[in-house]
């Protein structure tokens, strides 16, 4: 059944074949409702990026589906539709902080002033706005791949591990843009060791060597 949101069915992934085949999710089905922030946890290698690719649409699952608003992911691309940061953040690099952030706004023709201005507060990044990606801190470009993906405010935000570079008052920040983004109505599919962001998740997925094994 696909509803709206991101909805994972039944879905079994791996990479290559043969001798060097390796499986990575093994029947994993989930769901993110609009307006539902949903903690993807689980070891190192259990395959939380994985099913962030699939989320995203970056890679089509081998077998199963994943839909966003009832469309396979993989034939979404539209960043207000399906947003992501992804574990190494995918900044350009030749750009300023707040033309990555407001990238996504120039290609849809949307002014990106008011969002920037919110997201640049709220993830205390004001004082880099006009800076080099190249000269900010890692934490501060995982911030600003943040503002990036919500920009937008999209049908569904999937962030993988976005606060690994984080102190606690930054994660606690970035908690609350991710919980302030579902209020607004989009899905959040947010892979995460962090506690402090599953604290405040509505759900939170246990992942264990490709499988779900708690709600
Ligand atoms: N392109 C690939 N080819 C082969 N194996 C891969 C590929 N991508 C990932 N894997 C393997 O799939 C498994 C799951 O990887 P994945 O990156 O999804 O884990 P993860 O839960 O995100 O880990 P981490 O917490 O370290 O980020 C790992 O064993 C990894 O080595
Ligand atoms: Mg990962």
């Known amino acids: 059944m696909t509803g709206t949101g991101l909805s ?3 879905v079994a992934h791996g990479y290559g074949a043969g001798a060097g085949r390796v499986e990575v999710l093994h029947d994993v089905s989930l769901a993110a409702a609009p307006g539902e922030l949903v903690a993807v946890a689980g070891p190192s290698g259990s395959g939380k990026s ?9 890679e089509t699952p081998e077998r199963g589906t994943v839909t966003v608003d009832g469309r396979p992911a993989d034939a979404v691309a539209d960043w207000s539709v399906v947003a992501v940061v992804p574990q190494q953040h995918g900044l350009l690099a030749g750009l300023s902080v707040e033309d990555n ?3 996504p706004a120039y290609r849809a023709g949307v002014d990106p002033v008011a969002a920037l201005a919110r997201l640049a507060e709220a993830l205390d990044l004001g004082a880099f706005t006009r800076r080099g990606v190249r000269e900010t801190s890692l934490g501060e ?5 943040v503002a990036r993906a919500l920009v937008l405010a999209p049908r569904l935000a999937v962030l993988d ?8 008052d930054h994660v ?11 209020h607004a109505g989009s899905a959040v599919l947010v ?25």
């Open 8 to 10: 994972i069915q039944q």
């Open 50 to 58: 994985t099913l962030c690719h699939l989320a995203a649409g970056f």
């Open 101 to 103: 952030i407001c990238l």
């Open 141 to 145: 470009q995982q911030r600003t791949a």
């Open 161 to 168: 591990e976005p606060t690994g570079h984080q102190d606690d």
């Open 172 to 182: 606690a920040q970035v908690a609350a843009v991710l919980v302030g983004a579902a």
């Open 191 to 215: 892979a995460t060791h962090d506690s402090r962001v599953w604290e405040v998740a509505d759900r939170v997925v246990h992942l264990d060597e490709g499988r779900v094994t708690a709600l």
